[in-house]
């Protein structure tokens, strides 16, 4: 049988979104957003400082949505991210009060000390959950769910559900700086952890792996992988994720808490499968998730210009919008199989 190989540009453009419908979809909402945006509130949406504080704000539930993301791909979920961040911002809060001198600055060592002892937290905590999912079979909703409010009964335990503060402004300064004057240092973080993730899904012998796990566990290890090592690897670097993005917590707030960020996880499984990540594994792409947490950034940032529209309302928002991103993609994925199915019995 043979496959007609589209000529015109609208035959490419149509194969290209029929291979792709999510990454399109995501594209032509933020152009939809973007120009009401500018048809309605112009002078105060596209300002340079407004873009400038989103790209600062979102990489702290931008990188635990990555690791959530790597998370589904092998089938799996990741809940605990919020609770690895507030414990990881904690204790490292702690240190830094102890790093912090009398003059009210850090050592030259105190931030890189900080930030590679939240890597190694995080790889911990991630091999604890690792761990629940892989040797004793615990459903990773559950298990995830559970070391989650394990994580943040730790941090009300050691905080008695006080901020942690009094440190060194330094830590904030430092974090909450801009290249150049221009782009944010937290956007470089997230950045430079998305690039290190692409790279291993799509040019490594690992994502190769993940993304077999995720379309069938057995078939993987009949395959002669080892289950247990990738799904140990694969926690280990959503939690690692999630600790970055409590630090970037700890910056942005220049403090630590217990319930800081609850609504991230909410955001966090919404931006995934908005970014075309399958619940049940096996498929999923970083661009989308990374579009879908510029669309939800856009999205949240618009709603608060327009004051007559309640915050409280965008969790409302969030939760349908969840809901009806996974319809559309039980409908988008049910008539792709019928076509296909169609076609075969020609």
């Known amino acids: 049988m043979m496959v007609s190989t589209p000529t015109s540009p609208i035959q490419k453009f149509q194969q290209m979104y029929r291979n792709d419908r999510h990454l399109w979809r995501l594209i032509l909402m933020i152009a939809i957003w973007m120009l009401f945006m500018a048809i309605t509130r112009f002078n105060r949406f596209y300002t340079m400082i407004n873009f400038q504080t989103m790209a600062a704000q979102f990489p702290e539930f931008g990188l635990m949505s990555l690791g959530v993301m790597l998370c589904m791909i092998t089938g799996g979920i990741d809940l605990s991210v919020v609770g690895v961040a507030n414990l990881t911002s904690i204790l490292m809060a702690f240190i830094l009060i102890n790093l912090t001198t009398a003059s009210g600055g850090l050592p030259g060592y105190a931030i890189p ?188 940032t618009g709603l608060n210009r327009f004051p007559k529209i309640s915050s409280y309302y965008i969790s409302l928002i969030w939760g349908g919008v969840l809901i009806l991103v996974m319809v559309l993609n039980y409908f988008t994925e049910n008539n792709h199989a019928f076509s296909r199915l169609a076609r075969r019995n020609k």
């Open 113 to 300: 000390l900080v930030f590679l002892l939240a890597i190694l937290l995080g790889a911990a905590f991630g091999l604890f959950n690792g761990l629940l999912v892989s040797k004793f079979h615990i459903p990773p909703i559950l298990a995830t769910m559970g070391s989650g409010e394990l994580f943040t009964g730790i941090c009300l335990a050691i905080t008695n559900g006080n901020a942690v503060s009094k440190f060194s402004r330094t830590y904030a300064n430092t974090i909450n700086n801009r290249l150049f004057d221009l782009i944010p240092v937290q956007l470089i973080f997230f950045i430079v952890m998305a690039v290190v993730i692409w790279f291993l899904l799509s040019k490594t012998v690992f994502g190769t792996k993940l993304y077999l796990l995720g379309t069938s566990e057995t078939a993987a290890k009949f395959s002669g992988l080892n289950n247990t090592r990738l799904i140990l690897q694969t926690y280990m670097l959503s939690a690692i994720c999630a600790a970055l993005g409590g630090m970037i917590m700890l910056a942005n707030y220049n403090s630590a808490r217990a319930d800081y960020g609850t609504v991230y996880t909410l955001q966090c499984v919404l931006i995934v499968v908005l970014g075309g990540v399958n619940p049940v594994g096996g498929k999923g792409r970083i661009s989308g998730v990374v579009l879908a947490i510029i669309l939800l950034r856009l999205l949240e």
